[in-house]
């Protein structure tokens, strides 16, 4: 297992390439002054110890040194020994509706985006609580089983796409049934399942399997996705929009928010309703509810010893600024001595 102790100095390296562009800029500005003086070729023999690319070499290097040093203090990390940790956490599912019309813009960027989004903030706000994920259109598929990973959550999270179901639709009693069975078994407590969709073509008996959920302790949250007035859903070829999905009389479709499906879902499933809006998607009152439910204890593994490997980049670092640091910009006399060419020394 690895990782940075303080990840959030490599931010730091975002400053090298403006230093670069800064230290490109100043020469370009030096060039343009001295050729004021007269024709560059007179300036240059002028200043016959004057080299053109040490400059330049000395900079690379400093940058070089700069970024081993910022990795460095990040202090990156292996883990040596991994042991179980009890903790105690709400079993949260997630079923992220990928049929076609979530890709409907009435949401910017797009109705699948802003719920990915939503779920990302959803995880940064867990502490202990383990998190899954079901994807469902026409069908339904358990993309991640129960964890306390939430850096793989959301590397998997950014991955969903419509794409990954063929079969179309909106089967929510299926992505319920899924979900119900992806859930401990030896868990007795109340687990929170929480269908993010715009509701609509629902396929199934999706009511009868949320009274059904609600039965085995689990409590089902809704977040509707879209507005009211709908959108056209886009086909995208090579990354743009080609044109619109039509009905069989060539007319347009306009993809809506089946509100009403997914607050009565909701409330049959002892749950909260939310509705996503083009500001905002307020979860506050949905984590709430989360973290008012009664937790279970569970054992999961962890790397609890760390190893830090900051001295292999620390130590290069340190040698190549000496290094930069004693090396002049003035040409080498010896070199400058060893003509073979011709040209000038360098």
Do not use: C
């Not at 089967?171 to 859930?183: E, K, N, T, W």
């Amino acid at each position: 297992m690895f990782r940075f102790e303080h990840i959030e100095l490599l931010w730091l390296l975002a400053v090298l390439p403006a230093i670069y562009l800064l230290y490109v800029y100043f020469r370009w500005k030096r060039r343009k002054n001295l050729e004021k003086f007269g024709d560059p070729a007179t300036v240059s023999r002028l200043m016959p110890n004057t080299s053109k690319y040490k400059p330049t070499v000395k900079m690379i290097l400093f940058l070089f040194a700069s970024a081993l040093f910022i990795v460095g203090v990040a202090n990156p990390q292996f883990g040596t020994k991994l042991q179980e940790v009890k903790r105690k956490g709400v079993e949260v599912m997630i079923a992220l509706d990928v049929s076609n019309s979530m890709l409907a813009e009435d949401l910017k960027p797009n109705r699948l985006e802003r719920a990915k989004q939503a779920v990302s903030r959803l995880i940064d706000k867990l502490e202990t609580d383990r998190i899954g994920i079901v994807v469902f259109a026409g069908d339904s598929y358990l993309q991640l089983p129960l964890t306390t990973d939430y850096a793989a959550a959301k590397l998997l999270l950014s991955t969903i796409s419509t794409n990954m179901i063929e079969s179309q639709g909106t089967a929510l009693g299926s992505a319920i049934d899924l979900a119900m069975d992806s859930f401990s078994k030896d868990n007795k407590k109340q687990k929170a399942l929480i269908i993010i969709s715009d509701g609509e073509n629902h396929e199934d008996d999706a009511l009868g399997m949320a009274k059904k959920a609600l039965e085995n302790n689990i409590i089902i949250h809704t977040i509707g996705m879209g507005l009211e007035d709908g959108a056209p859903i886009p086909i995208y070829k090579n990354g743009n929009i080609a044109s619109y999905y039509k009905d069989n009389s060539g007319n347009t479709v306009i993809s809506k928010l089946n509100a009403s499906m997914l607050s009565q879902l909701a409330e049959v499933g002892g749950g909260r309703f939310t509705r996503a809006t083009l500001a905002n998607m307020e979860l506050s009152d949905l984590l709430d509810e989360i973290a008012g439910m009664e937790k279970q204890e569970f054992g999961t593994k962890e790397y609890t010893d760390y190893v830090s490997r900051y001295m292999y980049f620390i130590l290069p670092a340190l040698f190549i600024f000496m290094f930069e640091f004693m090396l002049s910009e003035s040409k080498n006399r010896f070199l400058t001595s060893i003509n073979l060419f011709g040209g000038e020394g360098k």
